[in-house]
């Protein structure tokens, strides 16, 4: 089954011997590819809507996996186990991803590794985790279909962040690189439109989009 390169670079990023909750599983077809690299990947696919649940049986039966991929209906952490080490969650809005972590805040703290890659409020889940006993262990940028998104690696433990790391990412900020740089420089171009938009009465967003812009600026042409 085609794979796209978004879930491939996801999948990439899964470590050997791990078993994976992917909480939003759609398709599975994730899940599918997680198990057929054969690196000794358990790996369960929920949802909490019953449409995607159908899918992802039928495309893991025409793939004869279902000895490999268990799957299961419900919401969030709700379908987590102890045998779980992983928990991806991806391509869902930022602001849904951290209420399904604030749903269950006792099995955020079993979880050792979350591969999260949100379309949207990347600062504001990175902020999130790392406030509940997560530090960022891994960055990275993917373009798909023209598209560039976010994956980011948490693991369970502390770090202190500023407010710059928080906005760019910390590991990013020591990579860079070109997708760096397209994705700060689309991102500093939708804040000056904003900033034309934005009437004069609006004061804090005006200034917000300026410092960003600056901040965006000193970063990408370093
Ligand atoms: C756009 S799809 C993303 C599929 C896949 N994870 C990806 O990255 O391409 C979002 C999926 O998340 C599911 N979903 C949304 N909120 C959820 C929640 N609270 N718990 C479990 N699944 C959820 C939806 O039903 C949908 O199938």
Redesign the pocket.
């Known amino acids: 089954m085609k794979i796209?390169a978004?879930?491939k670079a996801?999948g990439d990023l899964v470590e050997t011997n791990s078993c994976c909750l992917?909480?939003?599983?759609?398709?599975a077809?994730?899940d599918i590819y997680l198990v057929k690299r054969k690196r000794n990947i358990r790996a369960i696919a929920?949802?909490?809507?019953q449409?995607?649940v159908e899918q992802a049986r039928n495309n893991i039966k025409r793939e004869r996996l279902e000895d490999e991929i268990e799957v299961r209906l419900?919401?969030?952490?709700?379908?987590y186990t102890k045998e779980i080490d992983t928990v991806?969650?991806?391509?869902?809005g930022g602001r849904?991803i951290i209420?399904?972590c604030k749903?269950h805040p006792k099995v955020l703290k079993e979880i050792t590794t979350l591969i999260i890659?949100p379309?949207n409020y990347q600062q504001d889940v990175k902020k999130y985790l790392c406030k509940n006993g997560f530090y960022i262990s891994n960055e990275e940028f993917v373009k798909d279909n023209h598209f560039i998104y976010q994956i980011i690696i948490f693991k369970k433990g502390t770090k202190k962040y500023s407010k710059k790391e928080y906005f760019f990412g910390p590991i990013f900020l020591n990579k860079k690189g070109p997708l760096f740089r397209e994705y700060y420089e689309k991102e500093k171009k939708s804040q000056e439109i904003l900033l034309t938009l934005l009437p004069k009465n609006y004061r804090y967003k005006r200034y917000k989009a300026k410092k960003e812009i600056e901040m965006i600026k000193k970063e990408i042409e370093d």
């Not at 992917?22 to 398709?27: F, K």
């Not at 929920?46 to 809507?49: E, L, T, V």
């Not at 991806?88 to 869902?92: V, Y």
Request: overall charge negative.
């Open positions: 796209n978004r879930l996801i992917d909480i939003g599983c759609d398709h077809l994730l929920s949802d909490i809507a449409g995607p419900g919401d969030g952490l709700s379908t991806i969650i991806s391509g869902m849904n209420g399904i749903a890659s379309n």
